[in-house]
């Protein structure tokens, strides 16, 4: 079942929302197409020239408050059951809100929602309470009822692997309680397509209070779900990439109009005030939250509203409803606001010997594609967690943080991040494999990473960036033609990184010899020791006829490298903390509406 989650996480003082889409596989509804249409028919009122200069080439007009007196006319765009768009409220929510100020602030925001979204609502969208307790005894159960603790076990140990190989879970860590540190308990309402209403989630004892601007989000998913059913197939993507780009355009839109709405407020609307708690929910430290987790999830946030607001500004709503149909395929459409973007087909065959075997139950086939966004988080969170300066050696880890922190566009509600970077702004297409091998007393687990870039340069700089990356959980340089060893810290093993043309693959095992079992056309030799002889005395057998030519046969980055050394760039304070010293992540900073795809991160098992 697909749900559209609220979750409240508070740094500091300072409450965070957050909104996570669960789903369903698409074998468990059938019968609908991707390509089927969806009525998409607002209205046919008279149009005029938009009030919003810049934001479409005509709007659609609102009812007259003298109209809206007319009950309860669905048709009417700018009213909802006898509530204007331009009326006041006389309460406020200090001491909460009673069942009827609640349904009053209901129909209010409807009303405006229409206004700014040009469209009316089809029927109500009821907003219930549950308390904290029983929301946790019922409401996050079903799924996987069916499945053993073998396949659950399974699932579990797929998606470590995957979670490590962005370096963002630490081979001592397991995904699902990293994942539990940014989701855990912090649930404070959902939009249920299947039940067509939204549900708060308030703890015991405590008022009901919700921000109105976070109304409204919800109440544009509740829009959303009646023209284009939010239950389909289309709107969960089979692999983290996917539903992470699906989610750019079922959150971006949300969020635009919330921006939209946010100004009204500030301009000519009278809005009640957004709770001072942040509405309830669950908290907790912000040293407690994976970063590389809570910043992959938001991308869809950050980036999709610039994306749906480019759609709306290029062609009108009528665009959203187009791309609403046809949801976005990558991260990389949305964050570089490219419907048309090109993707590459991965030749992947897997070569495995020794006992490594992949997973073909979990993800599509057994890989999963992490994406751009998901890689360009992987790179920044290395400064951020580590200290690393990796998406640019020569500067500071304060600086390399920023890149991601102090995006050129601003968003109102919420902050915003930036997810592009020329390491990974060429991607084309990827697929992660992660393998097991269970052969012997001890168990092993891995994985091949074969990636797609759109140029051979592309490809180059991710390799380079990737290196860097090793070099700085590393005790020494990458030497080129070789395995690179990790002897410790968080992502010890040994790692193959080979390019050929647009194509870099990427192969770990817990010990060299493992990776050209994993991969034994990868061309690798095994890390000379210092008495001169390889480092497991195994021969590679390699039977790769590579091209890779002067780019691997030289390693551009030399084997004197200072790039990726683990050491902070001079002038940087290694002892200094990075939520001082980082704009975005102080004790004063405001994360507001963290937006999360909660079925991406326990996996999908197909």
Same mark, same amino acid.
């Given at each position: ?5 609220? +979750? ?29 249409? !969806? ?11 938009? @009030? ?17 007196? $007319? ?12 509530? =204007? ?29 229409? =206004? ?7 029927? *109500? ?38 979670? @490590? ?45 919700? !921000? ?38 079922? @959150?971006?839109?949300?969020? =635009? ?12 609307? /009278? ?14 430290? *912000? ?10 999830? +938001? ?32 991260? *990389?459409?949305?964050? =570089? &606001?490219?419907?048309?973007? @090109? ?25 999963? /594609? ?23 050696? /020569? ?45 012997? %007393? ?15 340069? !592309? ?15 590393? !005790? ?5 033609? &070789?395995?690179?060893?990790? %002897?410790?810290? %968080? ?34 030799? +095994?890390?000379? /020791?210092?008495?001169?002889? %390889? ?18 046969? $030289? ?18 304070? &290694? ?32």
């Amino acid at each position: 079942m697909r749900r559209v989650h609220t +979750l409240s996480f508070v740094l500091a003082a300072i409450a965070l929302l957050a909104v996570g889409v669960g789903g369903v596989a698409a074998a468990d509804v059938g019968g609908v197409a991707a390509a089927d249409v !969806d009525d998409i028919t607002a209205s046919a009122s008279p149009a005029l020239e938009s @009030e919003t200069p810049g934001t479409s080439a005509t709007a659609v007009q609102s009812a007259t408050a003298a109209a809206c007196d $007319t009950g309860d006319n669905t048709e009417l765009i700018g009213c909802w059951n006898g509530t =204007h768009y331009e009326d006041e409220l006389a309460f406020d929510q200090d001491d909460g809100l009673t069942e009827a100020e609640l349904e009053a602030l209901t129909h209010l925001t409807m009303a405006r929602v229409e =206004h700014v979204r040009e469209r009316p609502f089809r029927a *109500a969208v009821p907003v219930e309470t549950v308390t904290r307790s029983e929301f946790a005894n019922g409401s996050m159960a079903g799924g996987g009822a069916d499945e053993t603790n073998e396949s659950v076990a399974a699932s579990q140990r797929w998606n470590d692997q995957v979670w @490590e190989a962005l370096f963002v879970v630490g081979e001592d860590a397991t995904a699902a309680e990293e994942i539990d540190t940014v989701f855990g308990g912090s649930v404070s309402g959902f939009y249920s397509p299947a039940q067509d209403r939204i549900v708060l989630v308030v703890p015991e004892g405590e008022a009901v209070q919700i !921000d109105p601007s976070t109304l409204a989000h919800e109440l544009v998913h509740g829009m959303q779900d009646q023209y284009h059913d939010l239950t389909r197939p289309r709107y969960v993507g089979v692999t983290q990439d996917s539903d992470l780009a699906v989610d750019g355009i079922v @959150e971006g839109e949300a969020v =635009h109009i919330e921006e939209r709405y946010a100004a009204r407020c500030a301009d000519n609307w /009278t809005c009640i005030d957004a709770p001072s708690g942040g509405g309830g929910g669950g908290g907790g430290s *912000a040293t407690e939250y994976n970063f590389g987790i809570l910043q992959t999830v +938001l991308q869809p946030y950050a980036e999709g509203a610039f994306y749906a607001e480019s759609l709306v500004e290029s062609e009108g709503w009528s665009a959203v409803n187009e791309t609403m149909t046809n949801p976005p395929g990558s991260t *990389a459409e949305v964050i =570089h &606001e490219r419907p048309a973007y @090109e993707t590459r087909a991965v030749e992947f065959e897997d070569t495995a010997t020794d006992g490594w075997e992949t997973y073909p139950n979990q993800g599509v086939d057994g890989a999963e /594609t992490a994406g751009e966004a998901s890689m360009f988080v992987m790179f920044w969170y290395q400064s951020f967690e580590y200290g690393h300066a990796v998406l640019e050696p /020569t500067q500071s880890r304060a600086a390399n943080v920023r890149i991601h922190t102090q995006p050129d566009a601003q968003l109102r509600t919420r902050a915003n991040y930036n997810y592009a970077h020329e390491a990974t702004a060429g991607w084309a297409g990827d697929e992660l494999y992660p393998y097991r091998n269970d052969d012997g %007393d001890e168990t092993r687990d891995g994985y091949v990473w074969v990636t797609e870039w759109q140029t051979p340069a !592309d490809a180059a700089a991710f390799r380079e960036t990737y290196l860097t990356m090793l070099e700085s959980h590393g !005790d020494g340089s990458h030497v080129a033609g &070789e395995v690179y060893e990790i %002897d410790d810290g %968080d992502f010890p093993g040994a790692y193959g990184v080979r390019r050929e043309n647009t194509t870099v693959t990427v192969a770990h095992a817990p010990e060299p010899a493992g990776v050209l079992e994993l991969r034994p056309g990868i061309d690798l030799d +095994l890390p000379v /020791t210092s008495d001169g002889a %390889d480092g497991d005395g195994v021969d590679n057998g390699s039977e790769f006829d590579g091209t890779d030519g002067e780019t691997d046969a $030289t390693d551009e980055r030399g084997s004197d490298s200072e790039s990726g050394d683990g050491e902070a760039p001079p002038g940087d304070s &290694e002892g200094s903390d990075t939520a001082e010293e980082t704009p975005g992540f102080g004790v004063a900073a405001a994360l507001v509406a963290v937006i999360a795809t909660v079925v991406v991160f326990t996996r999908r098992r197909r």
